[in-house]
């Protein structure tokens, strides 16, 4: 059974260097494993020294990464989108009739106007992979804090979307099949219009929701640095995935100065990150914490990855 590991906090901590070398400890030790991104800025190939597309693409034996092209995503649910649109000037709503000028569900997309675009591709990524059978591990990079939470509330209010919608059609489709039998007769079964887009949607939407409460498959890391206002954004986050019911696996802190030597002003910060690990463990008791050492330069490639690995034993 494939398991989900998702890494998510706030923006600047280090989420996709987590991630990556997550994935790579994963992939060592003999595990399929694939490095979803869904962040909109990506830098997943950065991380990982290679090229990475929009479909899973090889980085080492065992380890594959994708970034999620939100154009391909946002692509299917505008096809999505206006599918319900006809179902619902079916039941005698007008679009382009409106007064307030709300317009069409292509005008929506095509202005870049439609509310939680980058959820909607974050979620694309997700739905597209929850069903793989193709990998033991699939990992993925979030986008910072303030997306998650519209991106946790996104299956749940789709899937109901997609439930009236489908009611609504259901109810058209009665009326007009009775209306088509009095008029054709037998050949009326031949004139059907079913929407499986949005069914198979709905489905999906559930599917998701699903395997994200489902502690059994689904860890949720959250990745801070040792500073207050960081801290802080964590305990929401966490507070927020308990609240939607994922579960919430080890706090990952990153940066973490891990010998400051003799230098009197490392050791100054030292201390200050020291008081706000404390302080996290006193606001999430009952969570791990896991600490990676900072380092200097810039963490790219496999090797500096590897080292960011032996910190971390999350799973």
């Known amino acids: 059974m494939t398991e989900f590991v998702l890494f998510g906090g706030k923006g600047g901590v280090g989420k996709t260097t987590v ?126 804090t303030g997306h998650t939470h519209r ?48 069914v198979e949607m709905r489905e999906r939407m559930d599917r998701v929701e699903s395997v994200l409460r489902d502690s059994e498959i689904t860890t949720f890391h959250v990745v801070t640095i040792p500073e207050t206002m960081a801290v802080e954004e964590s305990v929401r986050l966490v507070e927020q995935l308990r609240g939607f019911e994922v579960p919430v696996g080890e706090l990952v802190v990153n940066k973490f100065i891990e010998d400051p030597g003799d230098c009197e002003r490392c050791r100054a910060n030292r201390a200050v990150q020291e008081d706000a690990i404390d302080g996290l463990r006193d606001r999430l008791p009952g969570l791990d914490v896991q600490r990676v050492a900072d380092r200097p330069g810039e963490v790219t490639g496999l090797e500096t990855l590897d080292r960011v690995a032996e910190d971390l034993t999350v799973s």
Do not use: C, W
């Open 19 to 144: 991630a990556a070398a997550s994935g790579l400890s994963l992939a060592r030790s003999g595990h399929e494993t694939l490095v979803v991104s869904t962040d909109p800025a990506h830098s997943l190939s950065d991380s990982v020294g290679a090229e990475i597309g929009g479909e899973p693409t090889g980085i080492r034996k065992r380890l594959f990464g994708v970034e999620v092209d939100p154009n391909d995503g946002l692509d299917r649910y505008q096809e999505l989108f206006e599918t319900m649109e006809d179902v619902l000037e079916e039941a005698g709503v007008d679009f382009e009739s409106q007064a307030d000028g709300i317009g069409n569900a292509a005008d929506l997309f095509s202005s870049g106007v439609v509310p939680g675009s980058d959820e909607l591709a974050a979620l694309d990524g997700l739905a597209r992979y929850v069903d793989t059978d193709d990998y033991d591990y699939v990992v993925f990079d979030t986008a910072p």
């Open 151 to 198: 991106l946790l509330d996104l299956p749940g209010i789709m899937a109901d979307a997609l439930s009236t919608a489908a009611e609504v059609h259901e109810q058209v489709q009665q009326k007009a099949n009775v209306q088509k039998t009095l008029m054709l007769g037998l050949l009326a079964s031949r004139h059907t219009d079913d929407p499986t887009a949005i």
